[in-house]
């Protein structure tokens, strides 16, 4: 079979992106290739097709085990038989891979660097007809780049202990010249075919903000995304702890993930976050590398990280399969202050002589400096990036925050009457103050059994609001509190009025307040962004039975199918197989597995809406 017959057939796409094709051919040629290309460009098809391609077996060098799960069982939800070895396994499981490695059961199999030291895992190797070999992530391999991994610099031996040197490739998003350099040099590539690929991501949207008060800045960008899943970066430890905390008291679906928590706890995290258990992840930089969940739709950087090539790495998480996603960085002055001395005691890496620590911690201040000017620059924040990383880009991109002016002020005097003058009677009714929750609840109308008990439906501001979602009132009531026409008491979680707020009761004052200059349509499903009306509600359809078949497949929603094959479906409206067979990401395994599950439920819709 053909490379692009394969690429249908396994993954269910009808085209290469840019970059893919060159590589592909050149490893079935038997030369040794390079590929830099950004995250979400498809670097992972340009060793897992070859391996499919090739007679033999595809050895992948992979630095995280999560990465390794992830694909592997991505993989294996496509109908390829992979393996992995790493430290979760235990002596019998390695022994039993080792085995069915022997006996030719697996086309692609991933390794941890240091599981090429072991005197086991060489003898198996020696054995095996190991036709490719692939180093993802292997800027880890430069100690010029972000992640640099000792064990990374084993692999050359082991290549070298191989009985035939296979073709060798080498996968990174790292856009540096001097990490480019090691890579070739250390791998020792031979003639590599190079393909750099454009930077650019232009389903990101980037934006600076430096607010007065993060935490409820932050609260105002996860109410305007509500029901989508997205990561949220912090500086330090602490810091995760306290915004998971806050958000968490506030009824968000997050968890955390930073090297100070065990490690069941971290990977109990890291998946309730991969099945959307927890559609939020507050997080250090731990989190990340090889987390390939493709409906991230938004990041958000509490904290300035270090360097452009940190933020583009971590923002980058995002929209990885196509679909529109926001990349938003909260400054502030102390970010500098903290990254300063993040960087100033840093891990000391011990194999390093003063003289190149000396080095590293130049550079380090260098790409803090170039970090901070993205933070302040007022032209295209994409444009600033490309530049960092030495592409030519348009002047205007229109889609960050920069180029698009940002935000507008909308008058919410209405809104705002309604809701102190509920909080008024609220209080007048029972004679204390409440929460917001309940606040909010009284003004969308809920039926809930606490507001009958406390007979609110009665108060004639009952239901006013009932036409806004939760979230829009919550960032109203926030913004009141910001604005010192209300005012949180910390120690009971409840809200009051201010002397302030009779202005805007009694004399009319006009309140506004400050919302994306392109408000986003009532709260729009994850990645449902660009569908509107009835593809709209027909995605959502599709979105929960993808949820019901991946639950009972016991795997995340996104395997089963991406945000962008989902919205695909819902605008092409297959009726029948071979129809089905046409949406993007629908191999054939994938077709058999859920074509006649997804067909009628489209049918069912069909049926319903005509
Ligand atoms: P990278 O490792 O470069 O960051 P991945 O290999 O994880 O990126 O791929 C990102 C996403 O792009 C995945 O969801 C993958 O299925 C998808 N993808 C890869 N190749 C193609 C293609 N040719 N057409 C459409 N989608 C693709
Ligand atoms: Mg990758
Ligand atoms: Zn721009």
């Not at 970059?19 to 830099?36: M, S």
Request: glycine share 8%; hydrophobic share 35%.
């Amino acid at each position: 079979m053909d490379k692009t017959e394969l690429l249908q057939r396994i993954f269910g796409y009808s085209q290469f992106r840019p970059g893919q094709e060159e590589l592909i051919d050149g490893v079935q040629a038997g030369k040794d290739v390079f590929g830099i290309m950004p995250t979400g460009g498809g670097k992972s098809m340009c060793y897992q097709l070859p391996a499919l391609l090739l007679p033999g077996i595809t050895l992948v060098i992979s630095p995280l085990i999560s990465l390794m799960r992830d694909q592997v069982m991505a993989l294996k939800a496509a109908g390829v038989s992979a393996a992995y070895i790493n430290s979760t396994l235990n002596g019998a499981q390695v022994q039993a891979v080792y085995r069915n490695l022997l006996a030719g059961k697996y086309k692609i199999v991933y390794v941890a660097p240091e599981r090429l030291d072991y005197p086991g895992f060489g003898n198996v190797a020696a054995k095996l007809p190991i036709s490719f070999l692939a180093v993802d992530e292997a800027h880890c391999i430069s100690q010029w780049g972000q992640d640099f991994r000792p064990s990374y610099l084993r692999i050359i031996n082991f290549i070298g202990s191989l009985p035939r040197r296979p073709v060798v490739g080498a996968f990174t998003a790292t856009a540096t010249k001097q990490v480019q350099e090691d890579v070739e040099r250390i791998l020792q590539l031979q003639s590599p075919v190079r393909t750099v690929t454009g930077f650019d991501r232009p389903n990101l949207y980037f934006e600076v903000l430096q607010p007065e008060s993060k935490d409820k800045e932050l609260r105002r960008l996860l109410a305007a995304r509500s029901g989508k899943s997205g990561i949220i970066y912090c500086a330090t430890r602490k810091k995760v702890e306290s915004v998971c905390e806050d958000l968490q008291d506030r009824g968000y679906g997050v968890t955390r993930y930073h090297a100070g928590l065990p490690e069941e706890e971290r990977s109990a995290n890291q998946e309730d976050f991969l099945y959307d258990r927890k559609p939020i992840m507050v997080a250090t930089n731990a989190f990340g590398m090889g987390i390939d969940k493709s409906n991230v739709s938004f990041v958000i950087h509490y904290n300035m990280p270090k360097s452009i090539e940190a933020y583009y790495q971590e923002a980058g998480r995002a929209g990885r399969d196509g679909t529109d996603a926001d990349c938003i960085l909260l400054y502030s002055g102390s970010d500098v202050s903290t990254a300063r001395f993040l960087i100033n005691n840093g891990s000391e890496n011990e194999e390093l002589d003063p003289a190149q620590r000396e080095m590293i911690h130049k550079q380090d201040i260098a790409r803090l400096e170039a970090m901070v000017g993205y933070c302040k620059t007022k032209t295209c924040l994409r444009g600033y990036i490309l530049e960092y990383f030495g592409q030519k880009h348009p002047e205007i991109c229109g889609s960050c925050g920069n180029c698009r002016g940002g935000f507008a002020d909308v008058d919410i005097t209405k809104e705002a009457q309604m809701i102190l003058s509920c909080v008024k009677r609220i209080h007048d009714q029972l004679g204390y103050w409440v929460g917001v929750n309940l606040i909010g609840n009284v003004l969308r109308g809920s039926r809930n059994k606490r507001i009958q008990e406390l007979g609110l439906e009665e108060l004639s501001t009952y239901g006013l609001l009932k036409n806004r979602s939760r979230s829009d009132i919550h960032a109203m009531i926030d913004h009141l509190e910001a604005e010192g026409y209300l005012m949180s008491e910390q120690e009971h979680q409840t809200v009051r009025l201010t002397a302030l707020a009779s202005q805007v009761l009694y004399q009319g004052k006009a309140v506004e307040m400050k919302v994306a200059a392109e408000p986003e349509e009532p709260a729009p499903a994850i990645g449902s962004r660009k569908l509107a009306g009835e593809e709209a509600d027909l995605f959502d359809a599709l979105k929960e039975l993808r949820g019901k078949l991946a639950q009972k497949a016991g795997i995340p929603a996104y395997m089963v199918f991406s945000n962008a094959t989902l919205t695909d479906m819902a605008k092409k409206r297959p009726r029948t197989m071979s129809e089905f067979r046409k949406v993007s990401g629908v191999g054939e395994i994938k077709a058999a597995w859920y074509g006649t599950a997804f067909l009628k439920r489209i049918q069912k819709y069909m049926d319903e809406n005509e």
